[in-house]
């Protein structure tokens, strides 16, 4: 009986490598051993702006090319709100370059050479004002895109507890209109909030007063360590609550100089970010507690990075050659 067993299983394998269904199954079973799903592994486009100011199209072809699947937005967009647009204008001289949301040309158009490109979008950012005075209009290009998640990429420092609690509720509200309008609110962190403020944490307390049904986090791992707070703490003190993750490393580790809560203080460690893989943050281990706790998209963020063709293929290459345990 144990030999019959045997040959009638090495003749079943062995038709499996036979039969082409019977094969794919076969070696995504044993083969099928990375810690990132391919399909999930996107960017932000803030990470290569002239290049999409300049040409688009041939932007997202070259994502595409180097096996990006996803691509989170940043704003204003057309039907951002006044303040939103006149403040990206005041910033843009700095910058050197002008372009955003859909850099001239109309939502649709974008959604076309996403689709020619296989390229799909989990995501945009952008700003409070938009979403309590423009939420239907964002929705409505949202659905265009087949976007889920609308995220604020920042949120401003408070005195008081008072003041976050009062944030949290309004988070709560925009989720709930959001949820109504068939898509999500997300909180993407920078480093404030994350010292300690009449002996409590104000980003748990916004974790806490939240509705995990209407709130949801996007994590920059980047931004949370230069917080002197520790990724994998959240991630495993709050499963289910961060749904995406920008990726980044640390060329070494450093920390705000204060409490994080202006853009001054951000562009001050832009020198140190680094593409991932190349720095000192344990990115796999960060990653792997990231998909125990329910982490569904993957974005590589190197902020306005100069070597845009270095980046996008050092980073990708890094994090599709990751391997479970």
């Known amino acids: 009986m144990i030999r019959r067993d045997f040959i009638e299983s090495v003749s079943l394998i062995s038709l499996g490598t036979l039969l082409p269904g019977c094969a794919t199954r076969v070696n995504t079973q044993t083969k099928n051993t990375a810690l990132l799903p391919p399909d999930r592994i996107g960017i932000q486009l803030f990470t290569l702006p002239k290049l999409l100011e300049t040409d688009f199209a041939g932007t997202m072809k070259l994502l595409a090319s180097k096996g ?165 703490a959240y991630l495993d003190n709050y499963p289910g609550r961060f749904r995406l993750m920008h990726i980044k490393d640390m060329s070494k580790n450093v920390r705000f100089p204060g409490d994080g809560g202006d853009p001054q203080q951000w562009i001050s460690l832009f020198p140190y970010l680094t593409d991932p893989g190349s720095g000192v943050l344990d990115l796999k281990n960060i990653l792997s507690h990231a998909k125990k706790s329910g982490m569904e998209h993957f974005l590589l963020e190197n902020d306005l990075t100069k070597n845009p063709n270095q980046t996008l293929e050092n980073s990708y290459k890094f994090l599709s050659s990751l391997k479970t345990s």
């Open 68 to 232: 990006y699947k996803e691509i989170e937005f940043y704003g204003p967009y057309p039907f951002s709100a006044p303040e939103a647009q006149e403040r990206w204008k005041s910033v843009t001289p700095s910058l050197g370059f002008s372009g955003s949301g859909y850099f001239g040309l109309r939502v649709e158009e974008v959604k076309k050479i996403l689709d020619d490109n296989g390229l799909s979008s989990p995501s945009m950012h952008t700003d409070i004002v938009t979403l309590r005075n423009n939420l239907s209009q964002l929705a409505d290009a949202a659905h265009v895109l087949g976007q889920t998640y609308a995220i604020i990429p920042s949120a401003p420092t408070r005195s008081t507890l008072d003041e976050y609690k009062k944030d949290a509720d309004e988070y709560n509200e925009i989720g709930a209109k959001a949820k109504s309008l068939g898509i999500r609110f997300g909180y993407h962190n920078h480093g404030n909030g994350l010292k300690s403020l009449d002996g409590e944490i104000p980003y748990d307390l916004t974790l806490k007063r939240t509705d995990p049904n209407l709130v949801f986090f996007e994590m920059d791992i980047f931004w949370t360590t230069a917080g002197g707070a520790d990724p994998v």
